[in-house]
T-cell receptor
Framework: DGGITQSPKYLFRKEGQNVTLSCEQNLNHDAMYWYRQDPGQGLRLIYYSQIVNDFQKGDIAEGYSVSREKKESFPLTVTSAQKNPTAFYLC??????????????FGAGSRLTVL | QQQVKQSPQSLIVQKGGISIINCAYENTAFDYFPWYQQFPGKGPALLIAIRPDVSEKKEGRFTISFNKSAKQFSLHIMDSQPGDSATYFCAAVLNSGGSNYKLTFGKGTLLTVNP
């Protein structure tokens, strides 16, 4: 089955620790995205990558970092600088380019709780 | 600045009734308007989408109505069923056909359909 796999599904972290969320896709999509979801806030864009070895900040990038070394992988690191990291994190991908699909395909999400 | 405003925040409908969710936008450069459906603990999934040159699109029990002059669009769910209970997000896309694609979400509507 083609899709997006996010891991872990649940993660607990102590304050001051960095944590990395995994996102892998086998859809051969060019573009990948990370969103943060909080109750009543909708989905807010953290980072996105249109192509391997390139990525851009979204609307709420502070306290986060990403890498895009492989087309199928786009890990997100939540650093200790992120003041309020407890949230539901969603990874998405899109075919990209002028002929690409106009919509995003989402993974099942990772729920991070800071203790 | 909230570019896509969604209402209501929550909605309760009886089985068989019509559910209506409204969205408004400011940026006339948006060129694609998808709706996503999200069940608890899952990632959002595309439900239906419309381009601004079309006033209505129907897929089964789901219809998007689009008013370009008013910069408003809405989702209508006919014959609402308990299985439709979920959070619905409207969204608007910039540069849907290009490499500088950006999707902005509304804050979501929690729909509950009572049996």
């Amino acid at each position: 089955d083609g899709g997006i796999t996010q891991s872990p599904k649940y993660l607990f972290r102590k304050e001051g620790q960095n944590v990395t969320l995994s996102c892998e896709q086998n859809l051969n999509h060019d573009a990948m995205y990370w969103y943060r979801q909080d109750p009543g806030q909708g989905l807010r864009l953290i980072y996105y990558s249109q192509i391997v070895n390139d990525f851009q900040k979204g609307d709420i990038a502070e306290g986060y970092s990403v890498s895009r070394e492989k087309k199928e992988s786009f890990p997100l690191t939540v650093t200790s600088a992120q003041k309020n990291p407890t949230a539901f994190y969603l990874c998405a991908s899109r075919e990209g380019g002028r002929s690409g699909a106009n919509v995003l395909t989402f993974g099942a999400g990772s729920r991070l709780t800071v203790l | 600045q909230q570019q896509v405003k969604q209402s209501p925040q929550s909605l309760i409908v009886q089985k068989g009734g019509i559910s209506i969710i409204n969205c408004a936008y400011e940026n006339t450069a948006f060129d694609y308007f998808p709706w996503y459906q999200q069940f608890p603990g899952k990632g959002p999934a595309l439900l239906i989408a419309i381009r601004p040159d079309v006033s209505e699109k129907k897929e089964g029990r789901f219809t998007i109505s689009f008013n370009k002059s008013a910069k408003q669009f809405s989702l209508h769910i006919m014959d609402s069923q308990p299985g439709d209970s979920a959070t619905y997000f409207c969204a608007a896309v910039l540069n849907s056909g290009g490499s500088n694609y950006k999707l902005t979400f509304g804050k979501g509507t929690l729909l509950t359909v009572n049996p």
